[in-house]
């Protein structure tokens, strides 16, 4: 379904209360945006999820001895939280 959403003059929108409760959106919930090339995409972060850092992916990595394809698929994953 699509819904038509006004952006405030501080960049604000409100996401509509079905989307929402579809969702399991709440408030102080994270959200990412990213750029797409046919246009915006909004996905809700898994609550409770912990964002990791940079050096602690690549610690990990180096502790894994990981390929660097398996790597990158791993961080495609984990990117949906990080900052």
Do not use: N, Q
């Amino acid at each position: 379904m699509a819904y038509r959403i006004k952006v405030s003059s501080r960049g604000a929108i409100t996401l509509p209360a079905a989307v929402r409760r579809k969702l399991g959106i709440g408030s102080g919930h994270l959200l990412v945006l990213e750029e797409k090339p046919e246009g915006i995409v909004l996905t809700p972060c898994l609550p409770g999820f912990h964002r990791y850092s940079d050096a602690e992916i690549e610690e990990w990595a180096v502790a894994d001895r990981l390929e660097d394809d398996e790597r990158d698929r791993l961080l495609d994953v984990l990117k949906v939280c990080r900052p």
